[in-house]
């Protein structure tokens, strides 16, 4: 009778399996086939019954088991109160960013920081220009600022190569600086992490800069002066 009772639990489980492989696919190939260069992450059950949960170009979307519907926007758990989908998007920035080393980041820190967020910056942005312009204001409130390139313009553009010149400078945070207050950077190429840097950005749905990233992998801002970013970073861990 044991054995009779295990086979049929295997036997539900196998099929169970084989039941959500089946709607992964149709899931997969629905996203597919309404944009076919769709980078699809993961398709993973939702809490919200019926949906699947993809992540695809950073982005997180809800569509039917069956493939049929695609919900675009913010699932809210009311109970908790709990936005579930900025919650994963959080979870995905912060394990991509996180990634990154130091050594491709170029970073202006105090000598004890209480916070540590990634900026994502573009040389010829101007609210990336005035963010820079407040660093040491920015380290005064406690707040080391980690730059990863973003140059909004894309490759073989003047704001891309003024970028890896920059990276490519003796002095890459006085090369860097100069740059974010209007001069040209002396042009000079080596190995870089700008393109690297870049696709990253698309991957965790970065579409402005400055793109400021908390440690946890809330997206704070845009431009946000020195105090007010030190206040939502409070709150953030505060609520943490």
């Known amino acids: 009778m044991l054995k009779k009772l295990s086979l049929a639990l295997a036997l539900a489980a196998a099929a169970t399996t084989a039941s959500a492989a089946d709607e992964t696919k149709v899931v997969t ?18 809490q919200l019954p019926g949906f699947y949960e993809v992540v695809t170009g950073g982005q997180v979307v809800y569509v039917s088991a069956d493939g049929k ?8 758990d009311m109970s908790n109160k709990k936005d579930l989908t900025e919650a994963r998007l959080s979870g995905l920035r912060k394990d991509l960013v996180d990634k990154i080393p130091k050594s491709k980041r170029i970073v202006f820190s105090p000598k004890d920081p209480k916070y540590t967020v990634t900026v994502f910056t573009d040389i010829d942005c101007g609210y990336c220009r005035k963010l820079h312009n407040d660093i040491a204001k920015y380290n005064e ?6 730059y990863l390139w973003f140059p909004r313009s894309g490759p073989n553009t003047p704001s891309f190569d003024k970028a890896v010149s920059v990276w490519c400078a003796a002095d890459r945070n006085k090369a860097f600086t100069d740059a974010k207050a209007g001069a040209d950077p002396k042009s000079a190429k080596c190995d870089n992490p700008v393109s690297e840097e870049f696709e990253l950005g698309q991957r965790v749905g970065i579409n402005g800069t400055p793109s400021v990233i908390a440690p946890n992998g809330t997206q704070i801002g845009g431009y946000l002066p020195p105090e007010a970013m030190r206040q939502r970073l409070d709150a953030l861990a505060a609520a943490k």
């Open 29 to 46: 190939d629905a996203i597919l086939a309404l944009v076919p260069n769709a980078k699809v992450d993961s398709v993973t059950k939702s």
């Open 69 to 76: 519907y695609l919900l675009q926007g913010a699932l809210f």
């Open 141 to 146: 409130q406690g707040i080391a600022i980690e």
